[in-house]
């Protein structure tokens, strides 16, 4: 998706093992999300960014913490990974109403945590 | 408490018939409803959007209709084809002051047959 990058694109990690994703945006959109996907469940926020710094907690951020150092980067830690956590992480961009609202969305990265 | 619904969560149609996806939401703050289309390993995408001042909005085959007194919206694919299979979200925004954060439905696999 152009403008916004994920990494890894697939991880396999352990229980209890931290792991960290990573997006990163080109295009200078002050808003930043993580977003998790699993079945019957949709699309469902962890954390989000309004500016550098400026983060807050979506409807499911325990276990999960953000950083946001410059605007490009929005870092999600699973501090110590668990089962539960094996979903479709995904990032998504925001210009905030300066357009149409609309969202970018990343490509994500698939979590699997044996 | 989920704050949009979607329904069905899984369509079948055959190719060139009409498929037609329906949402309903309570908070009368929203003001901006987009849909997105997600095909497998990708993230959702923007498909069209509509605000609330307008009770319809065409974008090729692809159609939101808007029912603000009975806060429901859908979306109809005419000519449906093998291509449209996908998974679609609905969401909803409070743009006007708000954190432009989307409420999601659950999301509708659709599968168009040949």
């Known amino acids: 998706d152009a403008g916004i990058t994920q990494s890894p694109r697939h991880k396999v990690t352990e229980t209890g093992t931290p792991v960290t994703l990573r997006c990163h945006q080109t295009e200078n959109h002050r808003y930043m999300y993580w977003y998790r996907q699993d079945p019957g469940h949709g699309l469902r926020l962890i954390h989000y960014?309004?500016?550098?710094?400026?983060?807050d907690k979506g409807e499911v951020s325990d276990g999960y913490s953000v950083s946001r150092s410059k605007t490009e980067d929005f870092l999600l830690t699973l501090e110590s990974a668990t089962s539960s956590q094996t979903s479709v992480y995904f990032c998504?961009?925001?210009?905030?109403?300066?357009?149409?609202?609309?969202?970018?969305f990343g490509s994500g990265t698939r979590l699997t945590v044996v | 408490q989920q704050q949009v619904k979607q329904s069905p969560q899984s369509l079948i149609v055959q190719k060139g018939g009409i498929s037609i996806i329906n949402c309903a939401y309570e908070n009368t703050a929203f003001d901006y409803f987009p849909w997105y289309q997600q095909f497998p390993g990708k993230g959702p995408a923007l498909l069209i959007a509509?605000?609330?001042?307008?009770s319809e909005k065409k974008e090729g085959r692809f159609t939101i209709s808007f029912n603000k007194s009975a806060k429901q919206f859908s979306l109809h694919i005419m000519d449906s084809q093998p291509g449209d299979s996908a998974t679609y979200f609905c969401a909803a925004i409070v743009a006007s002051g708000g954190s432009y954060i989307p409420t999601f439905g659950r999301g509708t696999s659709l599968i168009v047959h040949p």
């Open positions: 998504a961009i925001s210009d905030a109403g300066l357009s149409n609202y609309g969202y970018t």
């Open positions: 509509i605000r609330p001042d307008v």
């Open positions: 960014s309004y500016g550098v710094k400026d983060t």
